[in-house]
Each structure stands twice: as C-alpha cells, then as structure tokens.
C-alpha cells in the first residue's frame, strides 16, 4: 500500500527531497504522492515535521 499525505501538509518540501524513488511532487496547495511509484519506505512519514504522512 502507499503512503498518502493529508490536506496538514505545509509544503515544506522534506518529503519530496529524501524519497529514494522521487515519488513526492508539488502539488497546487500541497505535496503529492505517486502510488505507481511509491514502495512503501516510510523514510517521508518519519521525516514530516505535521505528521501529514500516513499508509494510505
Ligand atoms: S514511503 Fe518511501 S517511497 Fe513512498 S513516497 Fe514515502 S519516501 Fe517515497
Ligand atoms: S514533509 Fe510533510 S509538510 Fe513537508 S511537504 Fe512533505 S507532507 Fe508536506
């Protein structure tokens, strides 16, 4: 399953510059999360400074 990130997201950037699979884009009012790429890591839900990560 992928990890998905909420609407508390404050585009910070973290996620997007530590995924190993550059699965993270900039959205329009927040970051978004590939599900075709992502592999389940969990590196951007341990980094996210508002918990907006989570296994979808
Ligand atoms: S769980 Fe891993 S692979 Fe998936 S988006 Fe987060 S950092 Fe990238
Ligand atoms: S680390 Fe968290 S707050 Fe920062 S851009 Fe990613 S989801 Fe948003």
Known sequence: MAYVINDSCIMCGTCAGNCPVDAIAQGDSQYTIDADKC???????????VGAIAEG
Do not use: Q, R
């Not at 592999?39 to 400074?49: F, K």
């Open 39 to 49: 592999i389940s890591c969990g590196t951007c839900a341990g980094n996210c400074p």
